[in-house]
């Protein structure tokens, strides 16, 4: 081989290698174009992911101030948000028995005070009305007065005392 022919194939070498400039830069834009697109896309569909389930979650706890105790919250990301709905179900749930049980207490209450005060009224109506003649009569009458209304004051006195537990005033 002669020294024309080693020049040449040494210059298609060294030829070959020589990359321009310009084909670094538009390989270099195009590689972070499509990394720009990649991340802009696993970004908006973990974005999306994410706050779909807590606008969700925000619609289920709007019902609960509203009183709505029914429907359980489904999320099923496990995850930190899946823990959340969990917890507020678990809430939801413990706010759906006081309120039953405060609406047990309170018929239960009105209930024994229309008694007392019907016990009252019957037996006053009965003194007016001359119903109870002799002393004996009426100051047993009087008596069972007298006895309501103490049932009446200690049972006034337990509902404040209880108002104070409930609002810590003790």
């Given at each position: ?139 047993d009458a009087l008596q069972k007065i007298i006895s309501k209304t ?21």
């Amino acid at each position: 081989i002669n020294e024309k022919e080693k020049k040449d194939r040494n210059d298609k070498e060294k030829k070959d290698l020589d990359v321009p400039p310009m084909r670094y830069f538009f390989a270099l834009a195009l590689l972070f174009v499509a990394a720009l697109l990649i991340s802009y896309f696993v970004g908006f569909i973990l974005s999306r992911n994410i706050s779909g389930n807590l606008i969700k979650l925000s619609g289920y706890v709007k019902k609960i101030s509203d009183g709505d105790y029914e429907e359980e919250i489904i999320i099923k990301t496990k995850d930190e948000i899946q823990d959340l709905a969990d917890n507020i179900n678990l809430m939801k749930n413990k706010i759906k028995i006081s309120q039953y049980s405060l609406k047990e207490f309170t018929s239960t209450v009105s209930h024994e005070i229309k008694n007392m005060l019907t016990v009252i009224q019957g037996y006053s109506e009965g003194i007016k009305s001359g119903i109870y003649k002799g002393k004996v009569d009426i100051n047993d009458a009087l008596q069972k007065i007298i006895s309501k209304t103490k049932d009446l004051e200690n049972l006034t006195n337990s509902l404040l005392l209880l108002s104070k537990v409930e609002n810590n005033f003790i």
